[in-house]
């Protein structure tokens, strides 16, 4: 597989629809997505000085962050909406030439920031509720 270009990492915010329909989050400059797999600790005496894991025992997350320049597109504007309603809301994060994760995430911080000789930026926080999918491209 052959590099990939970091401004094809998409965020994309569903409407709700049937059929549901993602639009693409305006002005985004920078996008992690970290995959979360919490491990249950199982050491006991009988193990010895080896740590032992429980496995398939913890909980299972994704986080995903992001920041960019304010543009006032009607996505900004979606996801502050979605930021004072505090709701779950389908999401897709397309990584290029590899796949599309979709689920359903809460807007957990929502940053705007500016310097007084620069452009208006803001940064954001989504984590994962329930499963999410995952299907190559």
Avoid: C, H, W
């Avoid at 569903?14 to 797999?37: C, H, K, L, Q």
């Avoid at 929502?110 to 509720?129: I, K, M, Q, R």
Wanted: proline share 1%; charged share 15%; no cysteine.
């Amino acid at each position: 597989m052959a590099a990939q270009k970091g401004s094809a990492l998409l965020m994309k915010i569903g409407n709700a629809a049937s059929p549901e329909v993602f639009t693409t989050i305006g002005g985004m400059r920078s996008t992690s997505i970290s995959m979360n797999d919490e491990i249950v600790d199982v050491t006991n005496k009988d193990s010895g000085r080896q740590r032992e894991i429980l496995a398939q025992g913890g909980v299972v997350s994704m986080t995903v962050s992001g920041s960019g320049v304010f543009t006032d597109s009607a996505s900004e504007t979606t996801l502050e909406s979605k930021f004072d309603q505090s709701s779950l809301t389908n999401y897709q994060f397309l990584v290029p030439d590899f796949g599309t994760y979709t689920g359903k995430f809460m807007l957990t911080t929502l940053e705007y920031a500016g310097e007084f000789n620069g452009e208006v930026t803001y940064s954001f926080t989504f984590e994962s509720s329930g499963t999410i999918t995952f299907a190559t491209v």
